[in-house]
């Protein structure tokens, strides 16, 4: 125990010295919070400035910089931005078409057609996409009481099962298949974004058509998940005055700063553990075990923890840089992923790693869900929403996001293949469920740091764990993936 006065006061100084040290770091870092910095971002030399920045961080970053100057104009120049959105989903699907065109080369394959044929394919599924989508959201906007609009979800994931069970009739061959294989590829790459877009013309003061379109492939980026949900939420987080435009776009600035600085911390730890340490990845471990020459225990377990851990900063990165451009653009949007490493609880890691997922599941499965059934049984009711989100909503998300494995593969195949993914979904979903029905019923993790750090420690074992079936492959069945499980155990 420290008794020394001299000793007690120069341990104090020190403490003292690092807290003023890290609350200057603070500072130095909350630009977005400077009146001046806040009113030079509204001046004429500011904005150049400012988007200049954030163009040369975008480039280190790897993000277009064309995106940064339509995030640009479209923070500048309000009259514009309906053609700006429309103009920037136009860029973003020529620039970047791989998503749409994926797995139709090998469709072609299969009918014995030429694989060059899938761009000009791909482009007229996309032409018609947008069209039918442009029609139904006119007529959704005239008649709110059809049933497309009031069930969104319902009706376009009867829409796809029927599109697939034509395309799979044994009567369809060659390029009509083809072609109906390359719409349905298109059409469940942007169901979610429709699924919103259906969404908000129920709203009083929905969006104008042509934003709405525009949005289906936002220019600032995406996955098959809308980052930026649909036009309700965004008019919800657009800016309204020109200091927090210009306050938005500081803190858009900062997070391209803090995305820069994540890419050089994952370079660096990808240095470590995969080249000078000789950590495998997980597909190389089972590709291993499967040869009947598995690699050590800890090897194993060392790369489902780095597979983890490695996988949530990727997405951290990913997920920083698109939503720092949407806030140059003016949205004052959430970040996609905030501080997983701190989640105590199952529930607070989902909300935590991939927010605009989980965001997508609790708007379209939990909600309808929650205010259906159970009523009278308020854990239960908490618990089943909770399973029909994380569980049957993940479950369709990534089947549906991957819809050209039935086509190349079959449906009963590649709903075989699916096994192991499902099985990680209902573990997932049950232990998110019992998460939440814990909290609702008040019982939360110790607030002491012994218990934070054990909760924390569960919380992240929990998820190493089931890194074994969740990976989202069709390499290996779900009993191979139970024998390597065993096999971390030493069984």
């Known amino acids: 125990m420290m008794t020394d006065p001299a000793l007690i006061e120069k341990s104090l100084g020190k403490v003292g010295t690092q807290g003023a040290n890290s609350r200057q770091l603070r500072d130095l870092w909350a630009i977005d919070q400077r009146e001046r ?249 089972y590709a291993a075990f499967m040869k009947g020459a598995p690699l050590p225990i800890w090897s194993n377990w060392a790369s489902l923890v780095w597979a983890t851990f490695g996988g949530t900063l990727t997405l951290a990165i990913w997920g920083h840089k698109i939503i720092a451009v949407a806030r140059l653009a003016g949205y004052r949007l959430p970040r996609n992923t905030w501080r997983p490493l701190e989640s105590r609880t199952l529930a607070e890691f989902w909300n935590r790693y991939y927010y605009y997922f989980k965001e997508l599941l609790v708007e379209f499965f939990f909600f309808p869900t929650f205010l259906r059934v159970f009523r009278k049984h308020p854990r239960l009711r908490v618990f089943f929403a909770t399973f029909m989100a994380a569980g049957v909503g993940n479950a369709i998300y990534h089947f549906i996001g991957d819809i050209e494995a039935v086509a190349i593969m079959g449906l009963w195949p590649a709903a075989e293949s699916y096994a192991s993914y499902l099985f990680y979904c209902v573990v997932l979903a049950t232990g998110i469920g019992i998460s939440q029905a814990r909290m609702s019923a008040g019982r939360k993790p110790s607030p002491t740091f012994m218990g934070s750090l054990w909760s924390v420690l569960c919380v992240w074992s929990f998820f190493v764990c089931l890194h074994v079936f969740g990976d989202g492959t069709r390499i290996l069945s779900l009993r191979d993936r139970f024998s390597f499980f065993a096999s971390l155990f030493g069984l």
Not at 69 to 79: D, G, M, Q, S, V
Not at 93 to 118: D, F, H, S
Not at 249 to 273: C, D, M, P, S, T
């Open 37 to 285: 910095v806040v009113r030079l971002a509204q001046s004429a030399i500011g904005k150049v400035v400012l988007v200049g920045l954030c163009a040369a961080m975008a480039r280190l970053a790897g993000v277009g910089v064309l995106f940064v100057l339509l995030a640009a104009a479209f923070a500048y120049l309000p009259k514009w931005r309906n053609w700006i959105v429309l103009a920037g989903a136009v860029t973003a699907v020529v620039r970047n078409p791989k998503a749409e065109l994926a797995g139709t080369g090998a469709i072609l394959l299969q009918e014995g057609l030429q694989a060059a044929l899938a761009p000009t394919l791909g482009a007229a599924a996309l032409i018609v996409y947008f069209a039918c989508a442009c029609g139904a959201l006119a007529l959704v906007r005239r008649n709110k009481t059809l049933f497309l609009a009031r069930r969104p979800v319902v009706s376009l994931l009867g829409v796809t099962a029927l599109l697939c069970g034509l395309a799979s009739a044994p009567l369809l061959h060659g390029l009509p298949r083809a072609a109906l294989w390359a719409f349905l590829t298109v059409f469940t790459a942007y169901i979610w974004f429709f699924a919103y877009a259906l969404m908000d013309q129920r709203s009083r003061e929905p969006g104008p058509l042509l934003f709405q379109v525009g949005i289906l492939h936002p220019f600032w980026g995406s996955s098959a998940t809308p980052l930026g949900k649909g036009a309700a939420f965004l008019r919800k987080h657009q800016s309204k005055s020109a200091e927090e435009l210009a306050v938005t776009q500081l803190k858009g600035l900062k997070l391209l700063a803090w995305a820069l600085l994540l890419i050089l911390v994952n370079k660096v730890l990808v240095e470590l553990f995969e080249v000078r340490l000789g950590i495998p990845r997980p597909e190389l471990a």
